[in-house]
């Protein structure tokens, strides 16, 4: 499934999502990043694919192509390795069981929402986030 990567609110890449180890709940694939890629480069490759407070301030956010956003227990490894500048690959750790039946393992309805619902944006979600938080 065709997913968005965001930071904070700017599109920074798209993936080809792939199930990596259902077991534990991993999918990922090989980022394609957009130009807007560029200045959060240096963040992804001194984080060296952990998960670290950086990551964390980017308020990093994947939305299928549905429009579902996914929210991973374990957090999002993105490794962009400078010796590799063309193979940047992302993890996404933790997928909830629900969503690998439904998205990945096709045991479920693809689609996310249903009339009379409608998808929202990040920036809606990132909105919603924090008042939510502020209570």
């Not at 994947?62 to 579902?68: D, F, I, K, V, Y």
């Not at 490894?77 to 996404?92: A, K, M, Q």
Request: charged letters at 15%.
């Amino acid at each position: 499934m065709e997913a968005n990567f965001y930071a904070q609110e700017v599109l920074i890449g798209t993936v080809t999502l792939r199930i990596i180890d259902a077991s534990m709940g991993v999918i990922g694939g090989t980022l394609i990043p957009t130009n807007a890629y560029s200045p959060f480069r240096s963040i992804f490759q001194e984080s060296e694919g952990k998960y670290t407070e950086q990551l964390v301030s980017l308020h990093l956010n994947l939305q299928l192509s549905n429009g579902c956003f996914v929210y991973p227990i374990g957090g999002f490894s993105i490794v962009d390795l400078p010796e590799f500048p063309n193979e940047i690959t992302s993890d996404i750790l933790g997928v909830y069981q629900h969503i690998m039946a439904d998205y990945f393992e096709g045991q479920g309805n693809p689609d996310f929402l249903e009339e009379p619902w409608e998808s929202i944006s990040v920036t809606q979600k990132i909105l919603l986030e924090n008042n939510w938080l502020r209570k």
